[in-house]
């Protein structure tokens, strides 16, 4: 398994770099990992719905998949704010009949970078060679839908070690003191607060404090 090296959207090498998908062309619908721009998930899955409809071949691109789990944000104020968490940021999942048309559609959408697959050199040249999309297995398939549904939500904030933070509420209520380490996990970190003169290591939850600066 390999990943395509292409810019996102830069189609002027389509024909060189076409794979033999005439071949191997499956009118089975199967799942395909297909690698996106960062960021740009959201946009290639309705871009490429689109683009199904408006290329007649929605028959044959049945589902784009973004596979999620939840999790939570921590606002300023110390509120939860519920989201989504991608499981695999910078891929889309797409169940397909591959065969050329449908390749063409996939690969020259917007931000779409290359399928997942197995890298074919090329006869002549040093340039890199196209990629022949394979398709997931049904245990991988299975298994990375079981792990969206399942995963434990995350929380997510935004501190790190060496975070200057402000305590909003408890018994070190309006304390000062420095972030040492951060369990995401546990929605906990650990700071340092000046108490009687000396610096203490105490265990906050992420609700009770406020990043400074």
């Known amino acids: 398994m390999t990943f395509a090296t292409d810019e996102p959207g830069d189609s002027r090498r389509e024909e060189e770099a076409k794979p ?20 740009c998930e959201k946009r290639v899955k309705a871009d490429l719905e689109r683009r199904a409809q408006t290329f007649d071949v929605s028959e044959r691109i049945f589902q784009v998949e973004i596979p ?15 989201t989504d968490e991608k499981v695999f940021p910078g891929y889309v999942l797409v169940k397909m009949a591959m065969d050329d048309e449908t390749w063409q ?11 997942v697959g197995a890298e074919q050199k090329r006869g002549s040249g ?10 997931l297995s049904p245990p991988e398939v299975e298994r990375i839908f079981k792990q969206a549904q399942e995963q434990e939500p995350v929380v997510k904030i935004n501190l790190a070690a060496g975070d200057r933070i ?19 996990e546990r929605s906990k970190l650990k700071a340092l607060l000046s ?3 000396r610096d203490t290591p105490v265990e906050l939850e ?7 600066g």
């Open 166 to 184: 402000i305590v909003l509420t408890g018994p070190f209520k309006d304390f000062e003191g420095e972030v040492v380490e951060v369990s995401p």
């Open 105 to 115: 559609v996939v690969k020259n959408t917007s931000h779409v970078i290359n399928f």
């Open 126 to 135: 040093r340039g890199r060679g196209h990629v022949k999309p394979l398709p």
């Open 206 to 212: 992420f609700n009770q404090v406020q990043k400074q």
């Open 195 to 197: 108490i009687f003169g």
């Open 68 to 82: 999620q789990s939840k999790a939570f944000k921590i606002r300023k104020d110390g509120s939860r704010q519920e």
């Open 20 to 39: 033999a998908i005439a071949d191997t062309a499956d009118r089975k619908p199967r799942w395909y990992a297909v690698q996106v721009a960062s960021g």
